[in-house]
T-cell receptor, first 114, second 116 residues
Framework: SQQGEEDPQALSIQEGENATMNCSYKTSINNLQWYRQNSGRGLVHLILIRSNEREKHSGRLRVTLDTSKKSSSLLITASRAADTASYFCATDGREETSGSRLTFGEGTQLTVNP | NAGVTQTPKFQVLKTGQSMTLQCAQDMNHNSMYWYRQDPGMGLRLIYYSASEGTTDKGEVPNGYNVSRLNKREFSLRLESAAPSQTSVYFC???????????????FGSGTRLTVV
């Protein structure tokens, strides 16, 4: 069963707008990660947030984590057509020394229109 | 730096045939993983290898076997392919450390497998 559920399943915006994607999960986590997948390609790691962190930034990306609500959000600011892709959240419930195993959500398909 | 390399990129099999999907990484990563991706299902873990010499089942291991040949290579074998194994298969690797910081995964570009 999938650990993460993402919302919305699909999002279409205009270039320059912000895009927000949400992820909810069911069990306790060690860290949560976001990945991007362009059509027909492999996944690319975007950002990792640890369970004791609440917010993290990387360029135009902002990730928040609320462990009390078991949810995370990914904000892409000033979106570009090149941001068009599927975005996946993935949770890692294990201790770092026990071996990582990521569980993925079903993804959000983001379309940025020029 | 090639990262994670998967071969082949495409394959069509007949039901009952066998094949091995190859994966190699050149980043000296300890952990390697095999996922399958089906429409609307996200990625599901088939098998993983936390370090050279160890392998463990993931969420959907039935119908598959794996071999961690050495630190670089982690292969996935389908002994008797079934139409339900039609999917896109991704190999990934990760630097496994005993201490912080945490690391993300590096994915290959995938193998698109069709079983007819």
């Amino acid at each position: 069963s999938q650990q993460g559920e993402e919302d919305p399943q699909a999002l279409s915006i205009q270039e320059g707008e912000n895009a927000t994607m949400n992820c909810s999960y069911k069990t306790s986590i060690n860290n949560l990660q976001w990945y991007r997948q362009n059509s027909g390609r492999g996944l690319v790691h975007l950002i990792l947030i640890r369970s004791n962190e609440r917010e993290k930034h990387s360029g135009r990306l902002r990730v928040t984590l609320d462990t009390s609500k078991k949810s995370s959000s990914l904000l892409i600011t000033a979106s570009r057509a090149a941001d068009t892709a599927s975005y996946f959240c993935a949770t890692d419930g294990r201790e770092e020394t026990s071996g990582s195993r990521l569980t993925f959500g079903e993804g959000t398909q983001l379309t940025v229109n020029p | 730096n090639a990262g994670v390399t998967q071969t082949p990129k495409f394959q069509v099999l007949k039901t009952g045939q066998s094949m091995t999907l190859q994966c190699a990484q050149d980043m000296n990563h300890n952990s390697m993983y095999w996922y399958r991706q089906d429409p609307g299902m996200g990625l599901r873990l088939i098998y993983y290898s936390a370090s050279e010499g160890t392998t463990d089942k993931g969420e959907v291991p039935n119908g598959y076997n794996v071999s961690r040949l050495n630190k670089r290579e982690f292969s996935l074998r389908l002994e008797s392919a079934a139409p339900s194994q039609t999917s896109v298969y991704f190999c990934a690797s990760r630097k496994q450390m005993n201490n912080l910081p945490f690391y993300g995964y590096t994915f290959g570009s995938g193998t698109r497998l069709t079983v007819v």
